[in-house]
């Protein structure tokens, strides 16, 4: 009998935990060790500038490599240059068929991911999304990149 009063008391503390979590729709995320609350509403402060483009814009941006995003297959750039409200954009790299929203795994060679290097990054703006805003991109959505090309320049 005393099993079952102990996984009735586990169960009732899985569902109060349940209830917290869920409460008003809301979901919270751990960021540097700080509680962000998101809401079903935006995912970043600049979620008025979020868009995907008709047309992709051909860009040639210097920048450094900061972290990878989904196992390599992106990654997240500082520009070198303050060219305007995005300083930092998101870049993900084909796979071996040359596509962008494939199954198929190919990660950005380990060559343009030490630290310190002044890349090239070529490729196709593709619009500006919420894009690990809350994980990566200190809350902003920014500009996504499909990569072409990546050179080291310095």
Known sequence: MNKYKWLIAFLLLLTFIGILSFQENKAFVLVDS??????NGAWCDNSDEAQSFEKP????????FDGCLVSCQGASFTKNTNDGKYPRFAGYYP???GNYD????????????????VLKVSGDWIGI?????QTVFSGKCVPIVNIKQIEIVD
């Open 102 to 117: 494939s199954d198929e795994f190919n990660p950005m060679p380990k060559k343009y991911q030490e630290e310190g290097l």
């Open 95 to 97: 796979d071996t068929k």
């Open 34 to 39: 700080r509680e962000i609350e998101v809401t």
């Open 129 to 133: 999304e919420d894009d690990h805003s």
């Open 57 to 64: 814009i051909p860009v040639v941006w210097r920048a450094q």
